[in-house]
């Protein structure tokens, strides 16, 4: 059986006709983790005898004839700031080094009230701050398909598990593109949800009106699949959507009659690799065989996109990460000078590019920055939304690359403005709240994988993993597998 390539309805399928157990299938992605994450430095903590507990006591139920979870055995992989009782919960910061929550994040109690096995928790930029996974105090997680590479950030190492296929599914969170753009860089699919459709309770914070957690997977439909579980009202978490959704998975459709995607006329300019922009025209005229309308449209306040999202960001990141003090969360640096004890403790504990990001932003929030930072970005998010609300207006879904590049080699000494022109394409997205996803669309002149984003409306999931799933009915790209791993387990 072809474990790794199997859908995860196909997996649920071989689990309730006892095809495969769920043990088996637990130990097959163990030895793939024993295999190839030595190379790949995707997980932090790999969950591996409280996993075999779990699945041998679901394998036992059904040989008894009872019931089961619906999900029942099927593994799923962490980013390491959904918080758990039973593994460390780290942020890949030494601030959190050996931690262990209290409580499950809301997303990984539903997931584990449906069956879902907790495989382990896997590596991060740091605090989620970073867009290439090389900002983990732990280890930096490699691209599979070139271990010279990067593999995007924050969520590297969900991109990275899931391209290795070292998971079935893994979650991550998406603050300025974290699920997108390391799934574009890896060659997968990555959805970050409307802002409120999953809960954050539990999901350690970055950037609260900004952040939102969301699958990384093989395929359009796997995401469909998972979101069934972790979408929902959620009363731990008051941004929360009241509105439960229909199913996702079962609502998934291929047809795109009807429907216009439209290219803002500022996606496809210098900035974007020669590869990059020709994969995007080809995947345009996939579209158009399939059905849909590509017009253009404007969009003219992507210029303002990685001011706006760094100013908000930072500023939200320095009142959250406030409470890592050394007293009452966190490392506590070896003193006891109290004076001492704030700045030692945080000067320990955050590594660089956190450091960096909440100097700017607790200068940002200063009474006579203020104003002129804070609130005048504030307003210009409004202006986002409003050219937003316009796009869709013409359009069901917005088409573009995901990054401009492909993944570049870890060292590449590319410059701070540099790496925020990473998120250049993906961060008004994030300050809209609405929905957007990465798919594989081709490869680069060094067999790179290159994504190609759809963005839709709030509350439009379903549309847009439905044009997804056409997309990928109609193409390969998001079957292949990276050298490293053809052939293995």
């Known amino acids: 059986m072809d474990i790794i390539n199997l859908s995860l309805p196909a997996l649920k399928k071989a689990l309730d006709d006892k095809v495969l157990s769920s043990l088996e299938l637990l130990e097959h992605y163990l030895k793939r983790i024993d295999k190839y994450d030595p190379q790949v430095k995707a997980y932090l903590h790999v969950n591996t005898e409280a996993a075999r507990a779990e699945s041998k006591r679901y394998d036992d139920k059904r040989a008894k004839g009872e019931t089961v979870p619906s999900c029942a055995g099927i593994p799923v992989g962490l980013k390491d700031l959904l918080v758990t009782q039973d593994m460390p919960t780290t942020c890949a910061s030494k601030m959190l080094e050996g931690y262990y929550s209290p409580f499950d994040a809301t997303v990984v109690k539903n997931m584990k009230a449906l069956g879902y096995i907790m495989l382990g928790k896997l590596n991060m930029d740091q ?43 893994t979650i991550g969170s ?40 969301g699958p990384i997977a093989k395929s359009a439909e796997d995401v469909a699949f998972i979101m069934d579980a972790l979408a929902g009202r959620d009363p731990l978490d008051p941004t929360s959507i009241v509105e439960k959704p229909a199913s996702y998975v079962g609502n998934l459709s291929a047809d795109l009659r009807g429907m216009k995607l439209g290219l803002p006329d500022t996606y496809l300019t210098e900035h974007v690799a020669p590869k990059v922009k020709e994969a995007v025209l080809a995947a345009l005229e996939v579209y158009k065989k399939l059905g849909a309308e590509i017009i253009d449209i404007k969009m003219h306040n992507v210029d303002f996109g990685i001011a706006v999202y760094q100013i908000i960001a930072n500023a939200e990141a320095s009142s959250n990460l406030a409470k890592f003090d050394g007293i009452e969360f966190g490392h ?68 573009g690359p995901t990054s401009s590049t492909a993944a570049f ?43 190609l984003q759809l963005q839709g409306d709030m509350f439009a999931d379903q549309k847009v993993l439905n044009i997804a799933h056409a997309f990928q009915q109609a193409t390969d790209y998001h079957k292949a597998l990276p050298a490293l791993i053809e052939g293995g387990l």
């Open 174 to 213: 998406d603050t300025g593109g974290s699920i997108r753009q390391p799934a574009g860089f890896c060659g997968v699919t990555g959805f970050k949800p409307t802002y409120g459709r999953v809960s954050r309770y539990g999901a350690v914070g970055y950037a609260s009106s900004l952040d939102q957690v």
């Open 332 to 399: 506590r640096a070896d003193t006891t000078v109290l004076e001492e004890v704030y700045s030692s403790s945080r000067g320990e504990g955050f590594g660089s590019e956190v450091k960096k990001r909440l100097i700017l932003g607790t200068y940002m929030l200063q009474k006579e920055q203020y104003e002129e930072y804070y609130v005048r970005a504030m307003k210009l998010r409004s202006l986002i939304r409003q050219e937003y609300d316009k796009a869709f207006s013409q359009c069901d879904a917005i088409i």
């Open 409 to 451: 080699t870890f060292g590449a000494n590319r410059s701070a403005f540099e790496m925020y022109l990473n998120d250049l394409y993906t961060v008004l997205l994030n300050l809209n709240g609405s929905c957007g996803i990465s798919i594989p669309c081709g490869f680069d002149e060094f067999g790179m994988p290159i994504g």
């Open 127 to 169: 605090f989620a701050m970073g867009s290439s996974g090389e900002t983990s105090y732990y280890q930096k997680t490699c691209n599979p398909w070139d271990l010279s590479r990067v593999p995007g950030g924050s969520s590297s190492g969900s991109a990275a598990a899931m391209a290795a296929r070292l998971a079935p599914i």
